[in-house]
């Protein structure tokens, strides 16, 4: 049996000894001894009471007589029970050599029947996989709220909640069921879409190509010093073996990240390694800045009649769109209503992507849109301003006012 049990089980019974047996192994004519003793001196307090009344005349002398004669029976009886109760008490002493050992016998009859000892010396194995119920609770926490999005689809917090969750447990595919949903609801916020682009990137045994690489671009182009978007921007650069782009997306977050760090180190690594695979990029000129010689200045201001029609921390979109063909923005810029009047400058590293940019057109159209949900997407209601045509080689500066509304 195992040893640290049985050390258990003897310091238990010697502690239940140590409260039982003193009293039963006491020594009873010291007892007895202290018991006349006692009796002896209650006659000795009563007689000497029964004197006092004597003397002052409280009881007659045939009542002192009387009140004696009873006061010495009773002490001579408390004599005789007491040497009775002495001789019981020494014959019944053999109850503690009975419990002595009867007691650690009867305890581990029972315990080999009833117990298991083994429990000690196998802790570790019986112990509870507390990681195993933690990922439970956390599966039972998903659950539940997936099944409370059934009843508030629009939820957009809870969608994204919901999908961040699912990327911890490593379910890419619900995952990205959640950003749809959220992407949906709350529209072009790089934290979205770069979630939601991740997910899908997972899922596509990490290719960014497609889809993807068209919700990290535009994530880049509303934060061009998002670092997530910059990575994820060169990734998938890299995988469409486009080694410049790559390089130059690497290179900015390399300068964003704390010196030194273990993140900058890993990027330095991937840029050498790319270096090594592309050995023309050698030959490349330092990479994009955030200038370009395509580049339009703007002015932009919102009409006074339409001030009180718009709070201070509305989003404000200033972008350039191509005057015939796709509506994505060629270079797109966001900013806040607390911002205006503003001057900005477009350029073509503030592309959605690559093959649409400022640069590919001769003209373009300017606009300018005040967005109360923050979505780039136009929306009714959304105030709005543009300048219809725009020869990408004026470099005069081009002054939008935004005094109309999206019907």
């Known amino acids: 049996m195992n040893s640290v049990f049985l050390l ?8 239940a000894f140590v409260f039982i047996l003193p009293p039963l192994w006491r020594k009873q004519s010291d007892l007895t001894v202290d018991l006349d003793q006692r ?11 029964l004197k ?15 009140q004696l004669a009873d006061l010495e029976q009773a002490l001579s009886d408390d004599l005789d029970i007491q040497s009775n109760v002495n001789a019981v008490s020494i014959q019944s002493r053999w109850i503690i050599y009975v419990l002595v050992l009867v007691t650690p016998l009867l305890s581990g009859t029972l315990y080999w029947s009833l117990g298991n000892y083994q429990a000690v010396s196998h802790s570790a194995e019986m112990a ?26 629009d ?21 990205i069921e959640a950003f749809a949903h959220a992407y949906q609801l709350l529209g072009d916020q790089p934290e979205i879409l770069l979630l939601y682009a991740d997910a899908l990137g997972y899922v596509n045994d990490r290719n960014l190509t497609g889809k993807p690489s068209e919700l990290i671009f535009k994530a880049l182009a509303l934060e061009p010093d ?37 993140y900058q180190q890993e990027i330095q690594s991937l840029l050498t390694k790319l270096a090594s695979e592309t050995p ?11 200038t370009s010689s395509a580049a339009i200045t703007v002015q932009v201001s919102l009409a006074p009649e339409l001030i009180k029609s718009a709070a201070a921390t509305d989003t404000v979109f200033v972008y350039a769109q191509a005057i015939s063909g796709p509506k994505m923005p060629l270079a797109i810029i966001r900013k806040q209503v607390s911002d205006l009047p503003i001057t900005v400058s477009l350029n073509d ?16 159209k300017l606009l300018a849109r005040v967005s109360k949900s923050g979505n780039a997407m136009s929306q009714t209601g959304d105030l709005i301003g543009a300048i219809n045509q725009v020869v990408l080689t004026d470099k005069n500066t081009h002054h939008i006012i935004i005094n109309d509304s999206v019907k």
């Open 128 to 153: 509870i996989d507390t990681d195993a119920i933690k990922m439970a609770e956390i599966n039972k926490m998903v659950s539940g709220l997936a099944e409370k999005l059934k009843n508030h689809p």
């Open 8 to 15: 258990l089980v003897v310091v238990l019974i010697a502690i």
């Open 349 to 364: 590293t503030m592309a959605m992507m690559p093959t649409m940019k400022l640069s590919n057109f001769p003209e373009v």
């Open 39 to 49: 009796n002896v001196q209650i006659a000795q307090q009563r007689l000497a009471e």
């Open 155 to 175: 939820d957009a917090q809870g969608w994204l909640m919901l999908g961040r969750s699912y990327d911890v447990l490593e379910q890419h595919t619900q995952a």
């Open 226 to 262: 998002n670092m997530k978007a910059l990575w994820l921007g060169g990734m998938a650069k890299a995988q469409q073996g486009d080694a410049v782009t790559a390089t130059t997306l690497w290179k900015k977050l390399e300068a964003l990240l704390p010196p030194g760090s273990e």
């Open 52 to 66: 006092d009344n004597l003397r002052s005349g409280g009881i007659s002398q045939a009542q002192y007589d009387e």
């Open 280 to 290: 023309s990029l050698d030959a490349q000129p330092e990479p994009i800045t955030t």
